[in-house]
């Protein structure tokens, strides 16, 4: 798996019975892309690195050769081993009039100077606002003399396979650059607990990292965080973090300078079709406890063999849902929990 911030080394058939939507391709992708343009930025980092001490000739101290090979290495500008500036592009999106962008961690991290370029050629620095780890997702903020044009967020969930998306970035370094295809999977999870990547087949390389993704109304349904390439190069499968997770993470960026997720305190496994059967169940669905310390559970009455069915009003299918609807639940807060005990829901 390959992070792309560049610098870094990542027809409808229809029975009589049942009328199906379909869609054509778009005729062209012209207005969109000229509407949504104004608020994808390239974002340049740069940080200091240590110099490598090797690849240079060794002789030995007090070598009647040291001074030669000195003054030889001083003149190449490859003396004294002081620490080298490292740049890095990647990209990033507008989210608000007052200046807020949200891009990857991995494209800004460890970086002492970021500065945005705009579309329109402007370049402002940005300040870190705050970044999550267990997301990608990093928040920054410039301070521009007038608005800012921004786009908002749309509701990955509501997204299928089929759609059709359009990415924009800085590929490779090249600048900003629109590349169209469709959401080829959903609900992809590659290193993370609260991982839901939407799956496209939208040319995405190195330095579109941060960048968004949209869907046609010009939404942000998810940002271009990964590719899955044995070359380093695009084949067709990229993986955008979906907007319901970012807009809610960026959100706690915002507000708290860092996240903050709901905990609930058991110990789960995904209910298997043998555990199911053994329980009773007509699906193998929803998350078994399999421990309760002390917490958050524990002082609710849960207890070790429940089946989580629902939490907070949302329904649970496996230990993956849960953690998810856990975390973006509100911290401090009661919220309603069914599971099944001995054969019957509570």
């Known amino acids: 798996m390959l992070a792309l911030g560049l610098g870094l080394t990542m027809a409808l058939a229809a029975g009589p019975a049942q009328q199906a939507l379909a869609f054509g391709a778009p005729e062209s992708f012209a207005d969109l892309a000229q509407q949504i343009s104004p608020s994808v930025v390239n974002i340049t980092t740069s940080s200091m690195v240590a110099q490598a001490t090797d690849g240079g000739p060794m002789v030995p101290p007090g070598s009647p050769f040291e001074d030669f090979f000195k003054d030889?290495?001083?003149?190449?500008?490859?003396?004294?081993?002081?620490?080298?500036?490292?740049?890095?592009?990647?990209?990033?999106?507008?989210?608000?009039?007052?200046?807020?962008?949200?891009?990857?961690?991995?494209?800004?991290?460890?970086?002492?100077?970021?500065?945005?370029?705009?579309?329109?050629?402007?370049?402002?620095?940005?300040?870190?606002?705050?970044?999550?780890?267990?997301?990608?997702?990093?928040?920054?903020?410039?301070?521009?003399?007038?608005?800012?044009?921004?786009?908002?967020?749309?509701?990955?969930?509501?997204?299928?396979?089929?759609?059709?998306?359009?990415?924009?970035?800085?590929?490779?370094?090249?600048?900003?650059?629109?590349?169209?295809?469709?959401?080829?999977?959903?609900?992809?999870?590659?290193?993370?607990?609260?991982?839901?990547?939407?799956?496209?087949?939208?040319?995405?390389?190195?330095?579109?990292?941060?960048?968004?993704?949209?869907?046609?109304?010009?939404q942000v349904v998810g940002v271009n965080t990964a590719i899955l390439s044995p070359t380093g190069g695009s084949i067709g499968i990229g993986f955008s973090m979906g907007s319901n997770v970012v807009s809610h993470v960026v959100g706690q960026l915002k507000e708290f300078g860092e996240t903050r997720r709901g905990w609930l305190g058991v110990r789960i496994q995904d209910v298997t079709p043998d555990v199911a059967e053994a329980m009773g169940l007509t699906d193998a669905k929803g998350a078994l406890i399999t421990d309760v310390p002390e917490g958050p559970a524990k002082a609710s009455g849960m207890l070790a063999g429940d089946v989580i069915l629902t939490f907070n009003g949302k329904e649970i299918t496996d230990v993956r849902s849960l953690t998810r609807t856990v975390a973006d639940s509100p911290i401090g807060e009661e919220v309603p929990a069914v599971v099944l005990r001995d054969g019957k829901q509570q």
Not at 98 to 120: K, L, P, Q, R
């Open 72 to 218: 030889f290495m001083d003149q190449n500008g490859q003396g004294g081993n002081e620490p080298q500036r490292s740049e890095a592009l990647g990209s990033g999106f507008v989210i608000s009039a007052d200046g807020y962008i949200v891009t990857n961690n991995h494209v800004i991290e460890g970086a002492d100077d970021i500065e945005i370029e705009f579309f329109s050629g402007k370049k402002l620095k940005a300040k870190l606002v705050g970044t999550d780890l267990k997301t990608d997702i990093a928040l920054l903020k410039v301070e521009s003399p007038e608005p800012l044009p921004f786009v908002v967020f749309g509701n990955s969930d509501a997204m299928r396979v089929g759609d059709w998306v359009m990415a924009m970035g800085n590929p490779l370094g090249q600048g900003f650059s629109v590349s169209a295809g469709i959401v080829s999977a959903r609900g992809r999870e590659l290193s993370g607990a609260y991982d839901d990547f939407i799956q496209t087949d939208a040319a995405i390389n190195k330095g579109n990292s941060g960048g968004p993704l949209f869907n046609m109304e010009g």
